[in-house]
């Protein structure tokens, strides 16, 4: 994921786990937030649950990574304020492409 | 004295110098497994970047052929990459790896001497998804061992090909048989594909293999082979089979398979586990047509069969929870106990934290 996306001109910041992620988001205020539903610490459902609580972060596009067996949790990601999801693996072409969608989306809400 | 003093020395000295040499060599051997761990990383960091390219799409060039270990740094993370992408990417890594001849030298291992050889060749292909390698990999199914039979059955789940279905099945059971669940997973992996050839076995398969076929038509939502369902339900001589049946059935979930179901749960002549199978298949499809037979049950008082029957109640709906109220109200009623149990669970299920009513 970094890799595509560094490659194609985004500045990515990686987190190893769930409570990184919630905390660079926070400092960094992307433009966007990527994360796998498994991740140590909180899952990447939680996350998402945690940024739409966040005044700051309430806006921020939000995709999910999620394996097919976790095709279930595909629903509470998007109760909890997801705005698109990926399963694994996907093509990177894919990722791209949904990145920039969802991107154009939360502009044009904004 | 002396003598024995003087041998004890020499035992303990000999003893420690034993013991300073086994450290020195666990020592040796972990430095060593260190040192090849950090050549071997060094390796795949050297190729990763041109995988990544390829893997990523920016490029369709295939990176110049690394020598020596290089070359197995590459096949290592291309495989390690393959099973992250697909698409594209996944094009370019195969490209790759048939282009360094890995896929013919994988197939061609399947032919030599060495198990671990065979199973490892086995496991690439199934990785690579090469369809073309299918049927070494169905010759595979009868290797004299085990872990190979193994490997070449997740393999062939893995490419997905609908055709290796009969040759999978073939080897559920017998004296050179593959793990059942193996063969099931490889099945499933498949997917709908491989339901006309599951129908198409039944007739001539084992008893085994039969109730491999419903466990994979009913996981697969097989609505096609319904009354194969229905029928093994009623008349297969195996009490596998037919509980298996009964199970497909409820996960297929329609209630085309109620009267059937309905008849297997009253066939008090019948084995209980095909009972307690029909009742929970009738308490997962839920339809209102099935609960006075499930009513039935519970007032048998029949341990596993009223146990799961009272569940199926009380997921019914109305209609359902009636009936628990009512078997609930005769106490003397051997399905009293199960109606009370049904009952509080589901109450408790809805309103976690009320009081149960357990002495209604």
Known sequence: VRFKLERTGFTVVATADGRAALAAAKEHAPDLVVLDVMMPGLTGIEVCRELRLDEATRATPVILLTARAQEADVERGFAAGADDYIVKPFSPRELLSRVHAVMARGRLAS | ?????????????????????????????????????????????????????????????????????????????????????????????????????????????????????????????????SVDAADDLIALLSDPHADVRNAAARALGQIGDPGAVPALLAVVDGPAAASANVVASSILRIGRGAIEPLREAFPTATPATRTIIFEALGLLGAVAAIDDFASALEHDADVHVRVAAAEGLGRIGLPRGVPSLTLALEDRDGPAAVRSAAAAALARIGAPESVPALARAVATGEHDVARVAAGGLATAGAPGLLQLGNLRAAPAGLGAPYAIEALALHHLAREPGTELELAA
Do not use: M, Q, Y
């Not at chain 2, 950090?38 to 690394?66: G, I, K, M, Y």
């Not at chain 2, 070359?71 to 697909?86: F, G, N, Q, S, T």
């Open chain 2, 1 to 129: 004295v002396n003598i024995t003093s003087s041998a004890l020395a020499g035992a303990a000295i000999g003893l420690i110098a034993l013991l300073a040499a086994l450290i020195a060599i666990a020592a040796g051997r972990k430095a060593s497994r260190a040192i090849l761990g950090n050549r071997r990383d060094a390796a795949d960091a050297s190729v990763r970047p041109a995988l990544f390219d390829l893997a990523t799409e920016e490029t369709d060039d295939l990176p110049e052929e690394p020598a020596g270990s290089l070359r197995r740094a590459e096949r290592r993370v291309a495989l390690h990459l393959l099973e992250r992408v697909r698409g594209g990417g996944r094009e370019r890594l195969l490209e790759l790896l048939a282009a360094r001849g890995d896929i013919a030298a994988a197939r061609r291992r399947t032919r030599r001497p060495g198990a671990i050889g065979r199973a490892v060749a086995a496991a690439f292909l199934g990785h690579v998804g």
